[in-house]
């Protein structure tokens, strides 16, 4: 059995940046990752100004992630339509993008990455592998992002309707592009809605959350996004650049609006293992991202015990977020309130500012 004294599973944005400050820091530590090249996780990719802050003050540069800014919200609901500036200028980037960023930044530092190592499951600390091996550590960093460990799955009660997150890619085309260019567009429909923003590669990210019972009623994904371009001809519009045959990435179960309670010694929870604020939101990676940074820094100066201090405060900070994005996520997802939300957007555009503002997650100092 080897033995490491922190142990982080999983290299996307959480688990990388987690791994950087331990490096920086010259503290002992492994990160193991299951794919051995970087793939292109389902993910709305949506990096707000205050995800790209966080970014900045580890070495990541915004001209490396997309050189165009988003500055603009556009809302559809129903025959509504309602425009709002940002706050300030985000951006939208690839997972393939951000993760080779960001991992390469924390092997740059000196982090001790093994990639095309799976995980089969983990108890006590001790990680199984799935060629038969184990490490052990003591301090476990679950960063694997909405894919649950045996072992350590998230406690989450599935609802009669559970979420699902759906992705594909248009275009690019320069069409398209004077449609979506400049602007993150969020279509929402009868238990879903589908965000929309162009990424540095010119291609458009298409991220839907739906519930079950619309895909069960449709049959198939393709069907689903057939239906849905029929009752939003705004979003049909847009879906019309999907390429035939087009590859519809899934995800089933996602426990949009959990937190862990809390944790155990030695066990830090990162990114979506620690919490799944609704997507409407966009502050999923930013959320990923101060979970490693911040659980980083609680080990660093408290050791393997501080998981229990670190879930805590994280928690509670996540209380405001959560409940402003859950309340949006509700009446998002009804077609009636739906159109309210767009009527009151289009009549006060500062709303969408504020809703930003609420749903958005604190800096902690990063110092150990």
């Known amino acids: 059995m080897r033995r490491t004294p922190a142990l982080i599973v999983g290299g996307g944005p959480a688990g990388a940046a987690a791994a950087l400050l331990l490096a920086r820091a010259r503290a002992p530590h492994l990160l193991i990752e299951r794919s051995?090249?970087?793939?292109?996780?389902?993910?709305?990719?949506?990096?707000?100004w205050r995800t790209l802050e966080t970014l900045e003050r580890i070495g990541i540069r915004r001209g490396a992630l997309n050189r165009d800014d988003i500055r603009r919200l556009r809302l559809f609901a129903g025959r509504h339509k309602a425009e709002a500036w940002l706050p300030r200028p985000a951006l939208a980037v690839s997972r393939w993008r951000l993760d080779t960023l960001l991992l390469g930044h924390a092997i740059s530092a000196g982090a001790a990455v093994e990639r095309g190592v799976a995980v089969r499951s983990a108890e006590d600390r001790i990680v199984r592998l799935a060629d038969e091996g184990e490490i052990a550590a003591d301090a476990l960093f679950l960063a694997t992002g909405k894919h649950d460990l045996r072992g350590l799955a998230r406690p989450v009660a599935l609802t009669d309707d559970p979420m699902l997150g759906l992705r594909v890619r248009l275009g690019p085309s320069e069409a398209l592009d004077r449609l979506v260019g400049g602007t993150i567009e969020l279509h929402l429909f009868d238990r879903g809605y589908a965000g929309l923003a162009r990424q540095e590669d010119g291609t458009v990210n298409c991220c839907m959350a739906?519930?079950?019972?619309?895909?069960?009623?449709?049959?198939?994904?393709?069907?689903?996004?057939?239906?849905?371009?029929?009752?939003?001809?705004?979003?049909?519009?847009?879906?019309?650049?999907?390429?035939?045959?087009?590859?519809?990435?899934?995800?089933?179960?996602?426990?949009?609006?959990w937190r862990a309670a809390d944790t155990s010694p030695g066990l830090f929870r990162l990114g979506d293992q620690s919490a799944c604020i609704p997507s409407l939101a966009g502050e999923?990676?930013?959320?990923?991202?101060?979970?490693?940074?911040?659980?980083?820094?609680?080990y660093l100066r408290g050791g393997p015990d501080a998981s229990i201090a670190y879930q805590q405060r994280l928690t509670a900070d996540l209380v405001r977020p959560f409940a402003v994005a859950g309340a949006i996520r509700r009446a998002a997802e009804t077609p009636a309130w739906a159109s309210v939300l767009a009527w009151a957007v289009r009549l006060a555009p500062s709303l969408a500012g504020i809703a930003a503002h609420l749903t958005r997650i604190r800096h902690m100092p990063l110092d150990a």
């Open 284 to 298: 999923g990676m930013g959320i990923a991202i101060e979970s490693g940074l911040r659980a980083a820094t609680a």
């Open 36 to 48: 051995r090249e970087t793939g292109d996780a389902l993910c709305g990719g949506f990096l707000s």
């Open 210 to 257: 739906v519930h079950r019972s619309r895909l069960s009623e449709t049959g198939s994904p393709d069907a689903l996004l057939d239906v849905l371009g029929r009752e939003s001809p705004r979003l049909g519009e847009r879906l019309a650049w999907r390429a035939r045959g087009a590859t519809i990435d899934a995800v089933a179960n996602v426990p949009y609006g």
